[in-house]
Every structure is written in structure tokens, then in C-alpha cells.
């Protein structure tokens, strides 16, 4: 972005420069070279203005990004979870495809960031943030950071059956992958609660439903997935 601002800024001052050499008649033979002067001025300026277009529709889409994306993990954060997953909630029950949500927590983050520092803490998050992204369809599913170290992942088109073998494979791969922080291996385990959608209700009653089966597996002894009932 910076290359192209550049770019522009130098085709605006060569117009600066052509049109000085307009008023000021430093072209050889003015009455010939009149045109080619109008002509180059409005290429510059084409140009200068395409350039600067660019610029701008890059910034718009970097601000659209990043109003809704979550800067640490890279996945979509609260609200676009949200607008995203009533959207997409609508869709599956018009089409009449199976839609579920996972609500998952961290086990002990707040020890990680007491034990370790919170740099160890954004290191864990990012970690859980690529395994997330290894086992869930991006195109077809949403994964979203719903706060602190809560993420919600909104599944489409599985059974509670296969709904669940996800959710273990996540955490499995967590528990069995420790992460290297500096010369500590941190072992991360997280607690997930499932709820399969029932046609009836709304998306944040739906991940309520999801809280209240993860909270079942926090006060179980963590480390494991229940489904809502």
C-alpha cells in the first residue's frame, strides 16, 4: 500500500511538474506542444487518481477486516461471530441442514498468564487458534474468539455424532500437543459443551445451551466435551 501511495504521489507531482512547464512556457515550441501537454497532464491525472482509488478501496477493506476479525487468534471475533452465525442459522434451517454449536474454554488460562506471563498467554491463545483452524471447514463453518480465552464454533451440516468426534479431536490434539513456550512445554486442555440447533430457538439461546453443557464439563473435572440435552 505504501509502494502504491508513493507511486501516486509521484505521478501527482510530474502533473505539478508539466503544468509549471505549461504557465511558465519552457516547452520549445509552445504552439505545437500545447496538446501533447493537455493530453500527458490528463494521462498523469488518470493515472494519479487510479492509483489513489486503489489506495483508498485497500483501506476500506483492511478496516472492514478488521472490524471483524480478533487480532490475536485471527478468527472472527464476538460480533461477527454473531451476525455472521444468525445468517448462517437461518440458512441451514431454510435448506434444511444440521447446524451445531461448540462453546470452549481454556482450562486454567489464568494460570498460564499468572505462571508464565501473559506473552506465554498470547502464545497459548495463537496456538489454539491454528489447531481450531486445521480441524474446522473455514468455508462452511465459523469460529469465533467470544472473549478472554472462550471460543465459539458454529458447525454446519454434521450430525451430534460427528459434532462430537470434532469436538474430541480438538481436544485431544491439545492435551497431546504441549506447546513450547521459551524452554517451558506447556500442556493446554480445554472443556467444550455442544448444542445441536432444535429448529426453535435463536442463536444466543442456542449458545447459552452450549455455555451450560461446557460448564457441566468445567464442574465434571474439565479436559472433556458434553452434550447439551
Not at 30 to 42: F, H, N, R, V
Amino acid at each position: 500500500m505504501l509502494v502504491i501511495s508513493v507511486h501516486a504521489a509521484l505521478h501527482t507531482f510530474s502533473l505539478i511538474l508539466a503544468s509549471s512547464d505549461l504557465l511558465f512556457g519552457l516547452a520549445k515550441s509552445a504552439s505545437e506542444s500545447l496538446p501533447i501537454y493537455y493530453i500527458a497532464i490528463c494521462m498523469s491525472l488518470a493515472k494519479a487518481f487510479a492509483l489513489l482509488a486503489m489506495v483508498i478501496e485497500k483501506l476500506i477493506n483492511d478496516l472492514k477486516i478488521a472490524a471483524e476479525i480478533d487480532g490475536m487468534t485471527g478468527l472472527a471475533n464476538r460480533s461477527s461471530l454473531i451476525d455472521r452465525g444468525e445468517e448462517l442459522l437461518m440458512r441451514c434451517r431454510e435448506e434444511g441442514v444440521k447446524f451445531a454449536v461448540l462453546f470452549v474454554d481454556i482450562d486454567q488460562f489464568k494460570a498460564i498468564n499468572d505462571d508464565l506471563g501473559h506473552h506465554a498467554g498470547d502464545i497459548a491463545l495463537k496456538a489454539f487458534a491454528s489447531i481450531v483452524k486445521d480441524i474446522f471447514d473455514e468455508e462452511d463453518d465459523i469460529c469465533g474468539r467470544y472473549g478472554g480465552e472462550e471460543f465459539v464454533c458454529l458447525l454446519t451440516g454434521d450430525s451430534a455424532t460427528n459434532v462430537v468426534r470434532k469436538s474430541e479431536m480438538l481436544r485431544s490434539r491439545l492435551a497431546h500437543k504441549p506447546i513450547r513456550i521459551g524452554g517451558h512445554a506447556l500442556t493446554m486442555t480445554v472443556s467444550i459443551g455442544v448444542a445441536t440447533d432444535d429448529g426453535e430457538i435463536c442463536l444466543l439461546r442456542l449458545i447459552k445451551r452450549a455455555d451450560g453443557a461446557l460448564y457441566e464439563s468445567k464442574n465434571s473435572g474439565r479436559d472433556r466435551v458434553t452434550l447439551a440435552v
